[in-house]
């Protein structure tokens, strides 16, 4: 077994949300590290998984009506099918609710009690229904509208605290000593400016009468435990902490790197290090927080923001490698980064299609012409060999130093150096006017010269794009899989005679933009309060025929098509210029919309604020005099009139989907 363990891991993923890029960010820069040091001979290991507890996962199941656990199973493959397409190699993928991790969250709590560390108080305070977190007096003041609506109310009840305030002065004094605990510096920073106020105990547990949908305590099974305390614990139960075969985490967890977003460094930089404390484990090796993926109009990408996939579909249309060494490229340590499609498309040509593409591209072309289609003789002629093969070992000790210190940007800036170098090298050869004029080994040097650059960029970008650097050592007669970093990036792996076949375009330079995929549109409207008249006429006109359905029933796809979401009334307003219609505020998760309805002869504006309601979210907008409408509610028409369709359960929340 190798000498030198890494073991990287990812947040677990709420398993309620849907994946974007800011998830596929983490996951891919892992899976990048854990390649590398694969590939640098270390013993790896990957983990990843999701997040499956708490109110919302609760909520969110009650309102289709199926079992947590059924929501849970349901969900979790959005996460696995993505990390399948995106090549992700973890080599765990832990759930909060299998009983392996349960188990020892139990006995991670049982000992903290033990210790003295958890103990029985009583929260006064502020308290946000809906979001399921404690708020203080400070924040309960700026969410007025939300207290006056009953979302955020006082409340007085017994739970179980962790005593943050005993190791806070232990934890300052670690960070102090270690000063790669947590990176970059800017967070560190951060966290010990948090730390210079006095803590509040951390409440840990939440009434089972409240909240089902958790680890109960195993101290007092009147609650559960509060879903960053049992989250957090993947990172060792995973491993197999204080199972009957602890090897595993005797192995890896000295070597711990967590990567998280910047968003999280408090629970991990914070309550991680004190909870492990408190049963005595030693801090994991590293926290590093990454920046966030902003959209191009510069609004945080959030799960609402433009709807599509949230640039997923930039892997669908222009290829996985190319997403992952985007994703690799265009953010910098602890930076944000913007991203669109533009900013893509030029990335990939610059890079990709023009510096390495390019490269393999004439080179293959000229081994082809020149050298009858197999590898060259290997030859060095003189300095300006000398000097290319310097360049490129250099910019490989350096791009292996970058990885080590978590800076792939950089380290693909290096290895790009070397390849641009060697299209520069070619132009100064003219290889070319050698083969003119019969000059064979100067066309032997050159060519063996930029198939040996090739093949050990094909080696560095491996584990940032392992299919596309397959193909190209395809191409190059290089050996398919590189082995070991030490012997791969020595001068002079490829062999004289092998053939060298060439191939198709690696990446193919991108011309016009396509824009974002569009949304599916629903293929059947429903008949609806505040539709524009005739709009459901024009749209059985358009439903294609489908053969073999029966006249008025749908298939199942149909029906998918029509996206229904729990959604709250915020806002509502007579129209200024019909009689008949409102014009409403909705939210839909954190996405505002407004949606004017045809229901005011059958209810006050005043009588609608706080409804929860559903509405179909996927309806193209309208202008219904003068005012916009982006979506459509549900209502019965009742004998007497007509009566919202809203949730049984009061406390659902927006955004959620109805199927
Ligand atoms: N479940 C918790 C983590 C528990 S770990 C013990 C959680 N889950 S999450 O699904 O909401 O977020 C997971 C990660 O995605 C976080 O690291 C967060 O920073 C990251 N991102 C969410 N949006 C992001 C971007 N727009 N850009 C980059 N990463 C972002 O938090």
């Excluded at 229904?129 to 924040?139: G, L, M, N, Q, S």
């Excluded at 609608?608 to 005099?625: D, E, F, M, S, Y």
Aim: aromatic share 10%; net charge negative.
């Amino acid at each position: 077994m190798a000498d030198s363990v890494f073991y990287v891991t990812t947040p677990i993923y709420y398993v309620n949300d849907e994946p974007h890029i800011g998830h596929a960010y983490t996951s891919v820069l892992a899976d990048t590290l854990a390649r590398y040091h694969r590939l640098f001979g270390e013993d790896v290991f990957y983990l990843t998984g999701t997040d499956e507890h708490g109110l919302k996962v609760q909520q969110a199941a009650r309102a289709r009506g199926v079992e947590e656990q059924t929501h849970c199973d349901e969900m979790v493959a959005h996460f696995q099918e993505l990390w399948e397409k995106l090549a992700i190699t973890n080599d765990d993928f832990i759930r909060t609710t299998e009983a392996r991790h349960e188990r020892v969250v139990r006995e991670f709590l049982q000992r903290s009690f033990d210790n003295g560390d958890i103990y029985k108080g009583v929260y006064k305070g502020w308290y946000n229904v809906r979001e399921e977190v404690f708020v203080t007096e400070k924040e309960a003041k700026a969410m007025a509208d939300d207290v006056a609506a009953g979302r955020v109310i006082e409340l007085e009840e017994e739970n179980y605290f962790f005593r943050l305030s005993k190791y806070q002065p232990w934890l300052v004094d670690y960070i102090h000593e270690n000063p790669d605990f947590i990176a970059p510096e800017a967070r560190r920073n951060e966290i010990l400016g948090f730390l210079r106020e006095p803590l509040s105990d951390l409440c840990v547990s939440r009434p089972a009468a409240r909240l089902k949908w958790g680890v109960p305590l195993p101290f007092d099974d009147q609650y559960v435990t509060y879903v960053w305390f049992d989250a957090l614990i993947n990172y060792v139960s995973a491993i197999g902490w204080h199972t009957e075969d602890t090897s595993r985490f005797g192995r890896y967890w000295p070597s711990a790197l967590h990567l998280i977003g910047k968003d999280i460094i408090k629970p991990h930089c914070v309550y991680w290090p004190m909870m492990l404390k408190s049963v005595g484990i030693a801090p994991p090796r590293q926290i590093l927080a990454h920046g966030w993926w902003i959209a191009a109009d510069g609004a945080k990408l959030s799960k609402t923001l433009h709807g599509s996939g949230l640039f997923l579909w930039l892997a669908d249309r222009y290829g996985v490698d190319a997403f992952r060494y985007f994703l690799m490229r265009n953010m910098a340590a602890g930076q944000d980064a913007g991203v669109d499609e533009q900013t893509f498309v030029d990335r990939v040509n610059s890079d990709l299609a023009n510096d390495l593409g390019n490269l393999l591209s004439r080179t293959v072309k000229m081994v082809r012409q020149y050298v009858g289609g197999k590898v060259p003789e290997r030859r060095s002629l003189d300095e300006t060999d000398e000097g290319l093969r310097e360049k490129i070992e250099r910019s490989l000790v350096r791009a292996r130093e970058l990885i080590e210190r978590i800076e792939p940007h950089n380290a693909i800036e290096e290895i790009l150096s070397f390849v641009r170098a060697t299209n520069r090298y070619i132009v100064e050869r003219e290889p070319w006017k050698a083969y003119q004029k019969g000059e064979s080994e100067v066309v032997e040097a050159t060519l063996y010269h930029c198939l040996e650059s090739l093949r050990m960029a094909g080696v560095a970008l491996w584990p940032i794009m392992p299919a596309k650097c397959a193909e190209l050592f395809e191409q190059i007669g290089a050996p398919a899989a590189p082995g070991l970093w030490e012997e791969a990036t020595a001068f002079g792996v490829l062999q004289a005679g092998t053939p060298a076949p060439g191939g198709p375009s690696l990446f193919p330079r991108v011309g016009k933009l396509q824009g974002q995929p569009e949304t599916p549109k629903p293929r059947v409207a429903k008949p609806a309060v505040g539709k524009p008249a005739g709009a459901v006429a024009k749209a059985k006109e358009k439903a294609p025929e489908e053969p073999g359905v029966p006249e008025g029933l749908i298939t199942i796809d149909e029906f998918a098509n029509v996206q229904l979401r729990t959604a709250e009334i915020l806002e509502a307003r007579k129209h200024p210029n019909a009689d008949k219609l409102l014009v409403m505020r909705i939210a839909l998760g954190e996405e505002r919309r407004q949606i004017v309805a045809g229901i005011a002869a059958h209810y006050k504006p005043e009588d609608l604020v706080g409804k929860r309601i559903v509405v179909v979210a996927n309806l193209q907008p309208a202008t219904l005099r003068g005012e916009k409408s982006e979506g459509m509610l549900l209502a019965a028409h009742t004998p007497g009139g007509l009566t919202l369709i809203t949730t049984e359960d009061p406390t659902c929340p927006s955004g959620c989907k109805i199927s």
